[in-house]
């Protein structure tokens, strides 16, 4: 058995989450080992958020083209999904070459290692035939993978998860989607709009079932406005694939296309991680975190991996936590038992961090203060991509009333408001913001409109910071923005 080489830190999994921690650790001097066994980045640069949101930008630019007849004259749009492919493989992905992104890394003094890491025994990791010490902490962040159902007929066919569908140069001229969530919604009205004929099949009653009703309407209609056929209450039983079709039975109903793309969850890589070895149950869904980020003495995990919520921003939160906890105990472990809570080290350490990461989101700046952030998500944001975008934050008004919150919800449609009224966009958006009547601050919104990503920021800030109403009603909202329909939404609250 080969003898394990002491180092510092062990990060296994280099997505968003992992290459964030390992760049700053290495950054702070500390020497760090970064594994990954396919693209350094993860899922977000090659298969996830940049190429889908280059996508739907280009997606966007015909439908806006396509409103141009009845506001401004008329234009003929002839859609094209080469320049999208190119500019996906060219500009966002390096034809999926993770080069620079492995200079990157080595150039902040990692050690890059690719290959399959594997916990083997506390304070070790495996990678291949070389076994690491790390005698300051382990750090998975190996995120997930498509969880795909046991339909039957399925496996063995040549169905898409995301990452076909990313890297499409020739589109089909069908497509099911297997799935109504976020991925599904936004994939679906993108192909749509170059022609695709798309069918959603989503197995509960309605697309982005985890958002507000309202927003699952508005996103509905617009994808049916794009041409998209959206079927709910398929619980798929049966898949067929005859080389050129694909049928998806669902109980006496069936649907055919000529691709199928399966967005039907996502399931985090624990399998072959060797939880075992270190006392932790490999058979969990995700890896259980407390507000630092531990996992048990010694790792800690980090980004989709956690549960805590799928979203690169999460992933980059959770890392500056993370780089804060581990240079907090190597300033204890260095500073020996008599360590006082002194500022000093964590202090420089995560001031070099940030000005690197620029991503130090709400954790960063209490960790420069001598104490180690802890994790709240109270005020995360999410946002579907879709046109328009869907952006909520905190609660929904069922998992308020679920919580046995004294609410008050406010609702104003945004085609009442001036801006709403002169875009002239159907299916249109609107604001809905949840409060606790009892402490009197927003603890959810969303906000649903051409901006409804950007709007959203303002809500973002009111349910971070606990904003008494009383003042946001008091906010001098621009005219005529978007954004200004908060007010209304503030105004309708009862
Ligand atoms: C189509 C799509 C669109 C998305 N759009 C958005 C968006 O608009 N906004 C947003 O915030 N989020 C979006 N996301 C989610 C976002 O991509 C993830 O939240 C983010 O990538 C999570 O980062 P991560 O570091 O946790 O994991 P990942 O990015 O999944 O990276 C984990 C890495 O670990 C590696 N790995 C796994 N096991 C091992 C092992 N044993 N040894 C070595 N390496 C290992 C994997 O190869 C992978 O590279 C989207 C996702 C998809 C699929």
């Not at 001598?370 to 579907?384: I, N, W």
Request: net charge negative.
């Amino acid at each position: 058995m080969a003898e394990p080489e002491l180092v510092d830190v062990v990060v296994v999994g280099l997505g968003v989450g992992g290459e964030e921690v390992a760049g700053r650790l290495a950054e702070a001097g500390l020497s760090v080992v970064g594994v990954e066994r396919d693209l350094v980045g993860g899922e977000c640069p090659y298969w996830g958020c940049v190429p889908s949101k280059m996508m739907i930008r280009a997606a966007n630019a015909l439908a806006e083209a396509r409103r141009v007849d009845g506001l401004a004259g008329s234009a003929q749009v002839r859609a094209d999904w080469a320049p999208v492919a190119k500019r996906i493989r060219e500009e966002a992905t390096d034809t999926w070459n993770d080069r620079a992104a492995v200079d990157r890394f080595t150039g902040k003094g990692g050690r890059f290692l690719r290959g399959s890491g594997r916990l083997d025994g506390p304070g070790r990791v495996r990678v291949g035939d070389q076994v690491f010490q790390a005698r300051h902490g382990i750090v998975l962040g190996t995120g997930t993978r498509p969880s795909i159902a046991p339909i039957d007929g399925l496996a063995g066919t040549p169905y898409w998860t995301n990452h076909q569908a990313i890297e499409v140069a020739e589109l089909p001229a069908s497509l099911l989607v297997l799935g109504g969530g976020a991925i599904g919604a936004e994939l679906a009205q993108v192909f749509a709009r170059f022609g695709v004929a798309v069918t959603v099949l989503e197995a509960s009653g309605r697309i982005l079932a985890l958002e507000e009703p309202e927003s699952s309407e508005v996103a509905a209609a617009a994808l049916r406005a794009d041409g998209v056929e959206i079927a709910t209450e398929v619980r798929a039983d049966r898949v067929e694939h005859d080389g050129d079709t694909f049928t998806v039975h669902a109980g006496d109903r069936s649907f055919s296309a000529e691709k199928l793309l399966v967005v039907t969850g996502r399931r985090a890589h624990l399998d072959e991680l060797g939880l075992d070895t270190v006392g932790i149950d490999a058979g969990q869904r995700y890896l259980p975190v407390d507000d630092r980020m531990h996992v048990t003495d010694g790792i800690w995990a980090v980004g989709d991996v956690t549960g805590e919520g799928a979203f690169t921003h999460i992933a980059m939160y959770q890392a500056s936590i993370v780089v804060a906890d581990v240079l907090d105990g190597v300033r204890r472990a260095e500073a020996g038992p008599d360590a006082s809570g002194t500022a000093s080290v964590v202090g420089g350490a995560m001031g070099a961090a940030s000005a690197v990461g620029g991503s130090m989101g709400a954790a960063g700046p209490s960790g420069a203060a001598g104490t180690v952030p802890r994790a709240d998500y109270r005020a995360l944001p999410r946002v579907t991509f879709t046109d328009p975008e869907v952006g909520a934050v905190g609660l929904t008004e069922r998992q308020a009333r679920e919580r046995g919150i004294n609410v008050q919800v406010g609702f104003t449609e945004l085609s009442s408001s001036t801006r709403g009224w002169i875009h002239k966009s159907e299916p249109g958006g609107f604001i809905k913001v949840i409060a606790d009547a009892d402490q009197g601050v927003l603890i959810g919104a969303t906000s649903v409109g051409p901006a409804g990503g950007e709007v959203l920021s303002a809500l973002v800030v009111a349910v971070h910071a606990a904003v008494p109403v009383s003042q946001l009603r008091h906010m001098i909202y621009a005219y005529p923005t978007f954004h200004r329909a908060i007010q209304s939404a503030l105004d309708d609250l009862s």
